[in-house]
């Protein structure tokens, strides 16, 4: 992607999150680069994730799409993995399918002392008007929930492995 074309700083066209989690990086990396783990986790809750392809590489391209509680299908959405670092870093390229949505960059790192891991999620989007209108759509609500969710994931991960 390249780097959008605005003279506002970028910490102003973030939403960062973070949160601690009792395991290992590995555990929270696992849970981030297999279908079958992001499908349990990914988005807010009561709004699964029903599609979930994801070709985890360097160059690889993903998509996503959640069905509401009330039954019907949200819009799809996906993009680019745009750099891996096995357990400890993932950046994805990311926005609504429809042509002329806005794209924005994620950043997720995982820093792990003492067994305990802190994931830190860094969204970065071309404007602060974009971040603003993602962040009135419960962006951070509903990252915060999925994060929820992971800790559940996790937790079930951790004892199998």
């Known amino acids: ?29 696992l849970a981030h680069s297999k279908p079958e783990h992001v499908m349990k986790w990914f988005g807010p809750v009561g709004w699964p994730l029903t599609t979930c392809d994801m070709d985890f590489r360097v160059g690889g391209r993903y998509h996503f799409a959640m069905t509401g509680p009330d039954g019907e299908p949200g819009p799809p ?10 357990d400890r870093r993932i950046v994805y390229s990311n926005g609504f399918k429809k042509p002329g949505s806005p794209r924005f960059v994620v ?23 974009v971040r603003d209108e993602y962040a009135a759509m419960g962006f951070k609500e509903g990252t915060e929930s999925g994060l929820d969710q992971l ?7 951790k004892t199998e492995a």
């Open 77 to 86: 959405f996906g993009g680019e993995y745009l750099a891996i670092e096995p």
């Open 107 to 129: 950043e997720i790192t995982f820093e792990e002392a003492g067994g305990k891991t802190t994931l830190t999620s860094v969204s970065t989007f071309d404007s602060v008007a």
């Open 151 to 157: 800790a559940d994931v996790v937790a079930a991960l």
């Open 1 to 29: 992607m390249t780097p959008p074309a605005t003279t506002e700083p970028e910490a102003a066209r973030q939403i960062i999150i973070t949160r601690q989690f009792d395991a290992p990086a590995r555990i929270l990396f």
